[in-house]
């Protein structure tokens, strides 16, 4: 008979995430954005605030938040940059947990973000409760979790790692004999199983995003482009990774678009990443991997449904109001630090 916990887990399975439709923002113009900026440009310096915003968000807001002074990213450089910053307000646009990991690291500063309902996949698919549960059920394993997790889950963790550090931090422990409790990344907790061999629990968590990328639309649309180079997100699952030429971090994709010689690429992730990398590499052909549909001329839907909820009309709107702050238990706050200032010291010695 199954463990009241494996009970719960079976049905944590069998309910999967809610996805939000993508929100439908009114269509501007070029003279609008261009007016919408400006302002919260003034509004930004009136506040003494900084914008932050993922490589996944509207290209948009990744503009804005170069044009004012502020930082495009990952979520942990995200945070980094927030701590480097002398704002007294860090204007977070991406998913929820960016946010609280920008406030974990600065305590001391007021964290706001446009819509609050800007979750993921994978931090709603790991409970924190349930979470806890599972590690006290295998004592013996270090916990390592990814960062998009809640600040309840990072509390929990002995490590927290981004997708650029998982598999040195995952070596390491194994360098020590240890044995790894994985979270909520299934396929990420695979790959870096795969190529490290470390004994690990892995959650069953996945992205709604990654998770849909057809492996025979992808190996169809490579016939169509001989000469291009695929690139893969390490949290996409195992038929995709296994046709990747580079597989990487949002940071490392980009830097292949940006280093390597080739010309055309064919990219499996969230598409928000497209802005960047046209903007370091315009010469280059990006081309989006099929998520849906039979044959390789399916149009991509690759894009977060929550990352689509920030925009530059509710940026605006929130810097208007001060809505929105990022709060956490203080207690919670610094449980949650540890794992993240460990990655941190961690990486500073490689």
């Not at 599972?134 to 013996?140: I, K, L, V």
């Not at 598409?271 to 044959?295: N, R, S, V």
């Not at 399916?298 to 925009?311: K, Q, R, V, Y």
């Amino acid at each position: 008979m199954n463990t009241p916990l494996e009970q719960k887990m079976a049905q944590l399975k069998q309910h999967p995430v809610v996805v939000p439709p993508h929100p439908a923002w009114p269509e501007l113009n070029n003279p609008q954005k261009a007016k919408l900026k400006e302002e919260i440009r003034q509004l930004l310096q009136d506040k003494n605030a900084v914008l932050v915003a993922h490589y996944y968000t509207d290209g948009d807001l990744q503009a804005l938040a170069e044009e004012s002074g502020g930082c495009v990213s990952d979520s942990l450089e995200m945070a980094r940059f927030g701590s480097q910053s002398d704002a007294e307000l860090l204007v977070v646009c991406g998913v929820r947990f960016m946010g609280e990991t920008a406030k974990i690291l600065n305590p001391e500063k007021r964290v706001i973000m446009p819509d609050l309902k800007a979750t993921c996949s994978l931090d709603e698919g790991c409970p924190a409760d349930l979470f806890r549960e599972f590690c006290d059920a295998h004592p013996e394993h270090t916990v390592v979790v990814y960062a998009n997790t809640s600040a309840a889950v990072k509390a929990r963790a002995d490590w927290m790692v981004t997708s650029s550090i998982a598999l040195p931090v995952v070596q390491h422990l194994a360098d020590q004999g240890k044995k790894v409790l994985w979270a909520p990344d299934k396929h990420l907790g695979h790959y870096v199983q795969k190529l490290t061999g470390v004994e690990m629990l892995l959650w069953p968590g996945s992205c709604v995003v990654h998770e849909e990328f057809k492996s025979v639309a992808l190996s169809r649309l490579r016939k169509l482009h001989k000469d291009a180079t695929i690139l893969v997100h390490p949290e996409s699952p195992d038929e995709i990774i296994r046709q990747a030429d580079v597989v990487g971090s949002t940071t490392a994709l980009i830097k292949a678009v940006k280093d390597l010689p080739n010309q055309k690429f064919i990219i499996a992730t969230d598409e928000g990443i497209f802005w960047k990398m046209h903007q370091l590499a315009p010469d280059k052909k990006l081309i989006a991997a099929p998520t849906a549909g039979e044959g390789a001329s399916c149009e991509s839907c690759a894009h977060c449904p929550w990352m689509g909820m920030n925009s530059l009309q509710n940026l605006k709107q929130v810097l208007e109001t001060n809505k929105h702050e990022i709060l956490i238990d203080e207690n919670i706050r610094q449980q949650a630090v540890v794992p993240i200032r460990r990655m941190l010291d961690f990486a500073a010695t490689r």
